[in-house]
């Protein structure tokens, strides 16, 4: 496809790994986080671990849009559809995410419960005409991304005064979560090194522009390089921000010029503002409660707010027992560091979100990478 | 009796008739529809006998048997439709053994309501598909399920074969050293479909690969009677298909990416949907696994047989305790091929 394969070129890649193992001092670690969960995807299916010299490693990070949900919030979904009967339409990779009681959307679907998988949210919209005697629930997730699309439904389903329609709202900001990241380690010595800079959010940067990061890199010196979702854009960014360290540099840089701007989308930023407002504070999953670091709907739009028009309580739902995702998600632990990993916790029954979908570092590692485990023990040669 | 040609007063409405409950009563509607449907169009000396089954006599060696349900939706898709669907799937299932097809049996699960016409439309394409494979249908089944109780209509399929002398194929049998050998592009079928589902819609020229495999297999097994494994890659696609094969045999696979069979077209709508392409759905290609040795000699048959013509060799079997399925990236880096987890799900970002 044009566009995308230009970015998957494996002469290119190949010199550019020449270029990162001769950039790379040998006497030091890089160790970067890759923010989203697009960047561990393409890491894990394009194999670009296997073109990085062994002191150039990626620490995974929480932006995987399924994975930072608190189980809370998908106990609140359930319950939306059991008791008031409603048809909840949301994206797939939410269906399978494990909620209280080993439960999920994909068991509730099974049950009878009315839930639907959609594509986008204008789906939602038409669902929503064509049952007008059902109230339609659009569960909205994910990051700075998703959220000009949910915009527009609201504003749309206002206008037609579309009064079955409502967006049960969870988006969350990617610079508090950033921010989180980086505080947690502030003052203790052994987690303050342990990421040395980050593949920046690609998505999520085309809305909000690379500006956000600059007050970050510079409260916590650490570089950030905004890195495309394609395996070269990811070794391109790779070598920028070793490049970065190298000579002490602690810089916002842009790799993914073809689409992300300092300033970003100020159209799909304007719809954002309108449509919704800061809360002072929502639950993350692994990284706890976040100041400043997600959205509501604003009072002008509440008629379509879920949280208004229905009881949707505060749910303190904990993870299950022995469940790393939490640690997963903030860069201190890998997946294989947990118990759970592989032996109860597959993909085909997910304990924790970051084995659900497949930008979460644990279905990624499990799906993808985990021959890398065993390779020292088997008695075949490792892959080429 | 007089002339049974005129037991039915009217004759049944195949232009705006709906099926009804009668139609699965065992009365006179039932008759009726047998008759001036199913039988008309699936004619043969052994279904015409309209006893409640076919018989016929056994060859000597092995036989073969395979059944196969079913389900799709949409009914009619670019490339076929569950009619022809239901011929050519149970056809593989039974020739994926080697053998040769040689009956097939249809049970029909019908829901109140679903046009007749629909309903002939299927008939007739299974017929068509039947016919042009050389497998007759030569007994059935016809159920009515109330409204809402079915998905309009379910078909399935048993087919009985027979394997030639000196053919034993497995999925356990596949070896260290092995060629693994694919007919064509990969992905054909559950693109087509997707493309039509409502909720979907979008524009490709794509068609399903539907197609029954047995003469290409006959020139497979003539050519290289000691092909170790094949199966038809269908849900789950080639991913799932060879970690079963994997997991049957005992060994892991190490493929190349570059060397599997992909349209262009398929990989882009996987690619706006957020899918992988080596886990949609084929209903017309085969994975073909045999020594080392002879990976060439079939080849060569398989890119000169009409279903064959994209056939490549895109891996090998190797040891492995762990029955990986890995591959070497068209990237350059290398990577698991998993089962496929649950339900292949559209990625959000």
Redesign the interface.
Request: glycine share 10%; charged share 25%.
């Given at each position: 496809?044009k566009y995308?394969d230009e970015f998957?070129q494996?002469d290119l890649?190949?010199t550019l790994?020449t270029g990162i193992a001769q950039a790379a001092d040998t006497g030091r670690e890089y160790r970067l986080m890759e923010f989203?969960?697009?960047h561990t995807?393409a890491i894990?299916?394009?194999?670009?671990?296997?073109?990085m010299p062994d002191n150039v490693t990626f620490v995974h990070g929480p932006g995987c849009?399924?994975c930072v949900l608190p189980i809370g919030r998908i106990d609140n979904a359930i319950a939306l559809v059991k008791a008031s009967d409603v048809i909840l339409c949301t994206?797939?990779?939410m269906?399978?995410v494990p909620a209280s009681g080993r439960n999920s959307l994909?068991k509730v679907k099974a049950a009878g419960g009315d839930v639907r998988?959609?594509?986008s949210t204008l789906?939602a919209l038409n669902i929503a005409r064509d049952n007008p005697g059902h109230q339609v629930v659009f569960f909205a997730?994910?990051?700075e991304?998703?959220t000009p699309p949910t915009a527009v439904a609201i504003r749309q389903a206002q206008a037609e005064r579309l009064e079955n329609f409502s967006v049960f709202c969870n988006h969350v900001l990617t610079p508090a979560a950033i921010q989180a990241i980086l505080s947690s380690r502030e003052g203790d010595a052994a987690a303050e090194v342990a990421i040395d800079g980050f593949l920046g959010p690609s998505?999520v940067s085309s809305v909000i522009g690379s500006q956000p990061y600059e007050g970050l890199v510079a409260r916590f010196q650490r570089p950030v390089v905004i890195a495309g979702?394609e395996?070269l854009d990811v070794m391109q960014a790779t070598l920028m921000l070793i490049r970065q360290l190298n000579e002490g540099r602690c810089e916002v840089e842009n790799e993914y010029t073809r689409v992300v701007t300092r300033e970003g989308n100020p159209k799909a930023q304007a719809l954002v503002a309108e449509v919704f407002e800061r809360r002072p504070e929502f639950e993350w999953r692994g990284l706890g409660l976040l100041p400043d670091s997600a959205l509501r709907i604003r009072p002008a739009y509440a008629d379509f707010d879920t949280e208004r028009r229905f009881a949707v309580p505060t749910i303190q739902a904990s993870d299950i027992k022995g469940c790393e995702c939490p640690s997963i998600l903030r860069g201190v632990k890998r997946p294989t560091d947990c118990k759970l990993f592989g032996t109860v916790c597959?993909?085909?029954n997910p304990m924790g979100s970051c084995m659900v979908?497949?930008?979460g570092a644990c279905?990624a590692y499990?799906?993808?990478?985990?021959?890398r485990q065993?390779a020292g023990k088997?008695?075949?040669e490792s892959?080429? | 009796m007089s002339d049974p040609g005129k037991r039915f007063s009217v004759k049944l409405d195949t232009r705006r008739g709906r099926v009804d409950m009668s139609h699965g009563s065992g009365g006179r509607a039932m008759a009726q529809l047998i008759e001036q449907l199913f039988v008309k169009h699936l004619d043969n000396p052994l279904l015409r006998q309209a006893n409640d089954q076919a018989a016929f006599n056994v060859p000597a060696g092995r036989m073969v048997m395979s059944t196969d349900g079913h389900v799709i939706s949409p009914l009619f898709f670019p490339g076929g439709d569950i009619g022809s669907l239901a011929v050519h799937g149970t056809i593989n299932d039974v020739a994926m053994s080697g053998a040769q097809p040689l009956y097939l049996a249809a049970a029909f699960i019908l829901e109140e309501g679903f046009l007749l016409a629909d309903l002939e439309r299927v008939v007739v394409s299974m017929a068509a598909a039947a016919t042009a494979a050389g497998v007759p249908v030569v007994t059935g089944d016809t159920k009515v399920v109330e409204k809402g109780k079915g998905d309009g209509i379910f078909i399935t399929t048993t087919g009985v074969g027979q394997v030639p002398d000196g053919v034993t194929i497995s999925g356990d049998r596949a070896r260290p050293g092995d060629a693994i050998l694919v007919s064509g592009s990969m992905g054909d079928h559950g693109v087509a479909i997707m493309s039509s589902r409502e909720?979907?819609e979008f524009e490709t020229r794509i068609e399903s690969d539907s197609a029954a495999l047995h003469g290409l297999v006959a020139a497979m097994v003539g050519a290289v009677p000691g092909i170790h494994c094949l199966r038809d890659p269908t849900r789950g696609g080639l991913a799932t298909t060879l970690n079963e094969l994997a997991c049957q045999s005992g060994i892991?696979m190490?493929l190349q990416e570059t060397a599997i069979p992909i349209k262009?077209a398929v990989?882009?709508a996987c690619?706006l949907?957020g899918l992988d392409p080596l886990y949609v759905a084929n209903e017309g290609k085969l994975i073909g696994i045999c020594p080392g040795a002879d990976a060439e000699r079939l080849l060569a048959v398989m890119r000169a047989h009409p279903l064959g013509r994209q056939a490549a060799i895109i891996g090998e079997v190797?040891?492995?305790?762990?029955g990986?399925v890995?591959m070497?990236?068209?990237?350059?880096?290398?990577?698991?091929v998993?089962?496929l987890?649950?339900e292949q799900?559209?990625?959000?970002?």
């Open positions: 496809m995308v998957r494996r890649a190949r790994a989203c969960g697009g995807h894990f299916r394009y194999g670009v671990q296997d073109l849009p399924v994206y797939g990779d269906l399978r994909l998988m959609v594509y789906d997730i994910g990051f991304t998703t998505h979702f395996p597959t993909p085909e979908s497949s930008e279905a499990w799906s993808y990478g985990r021959f065993t088997a008695p075949t892959a080429a | 909720n979907l892991g190490r262009p990989s882009d690619e949907l190797v040891e492995d305790p762990d990986f890995q070497e990236t068209a990237f350059g880096g290398s990577r698991i998993d089962w987890a649950g799900l559209p990625r959000i970002c």
